[in-house]
């Protein structure tokens, strides 16, 4: 079992940054591909970034990819979301999700554990 705290979340201008972090339970986080994922009002949820196990391999979504960077730290048992040069189309709840996989898939049916989401808002 694997819990997930997700932080960071907040109002922030066009083109301003935040760091999102998610925090995670239990001593076997390095055994976990790690995603994040977000869901604006009305809309499915959606891919945004991913990384292997070790770090060693990331996946982003067309959409962010150059101004997003996910990274993990298996020794916090965090995983980070840094985002720059946000857009208000990137206003969404971003969820952090682990999947005991390997590689660094992209469908939410690949991951097994979820966090309750922090809400990032974009303002133009």
């Known amino acids: 079992q694997v819990q997930l705290v997700e932080s960071g979340g907040g109002l922030v201008q066009a083109g301003g940054s935040l760091r999102l972090s998610c925090a995670a339970s239990?001593?076997?986080?390095?055994?976990?591909?790690m995603g994040w994922f977000r869901q604006a009002p009305g809309k499915e949820r959606e891919f945004v970034a991913a990384?292997?196990?070790?770090?060693?391999?990331?996946d982003y979504v067309d959409s962010v990819k150059g101004r997003f960077t996910i990274s993990r730290d298996n020794t916090k048992n965090t995983v980070y979301l840094q985002m720059n040069t946000l857009k208000p189309e990137d206003t969404a709840v971003y969820y952090c999700?682990?999947?005991?996989?390997?590689?660094?898939?992209?469908?939410?049916?690949?991951?097994?554990?979820w966090g309750q989401g922090t809400q990032v808002t974009v303002s133009s």
């Open positions: 999700a682990a999947g005991f996989r390997v590689g660094v898939p992209k469908v939410p049916s690949a991951y097994d554990y």
């Open positions: 239990g001593r076997t986080f390095s055994s976990y591909v």
């Open positions: 990384i292997s196990r070790n770090g060693g391999r990331t």
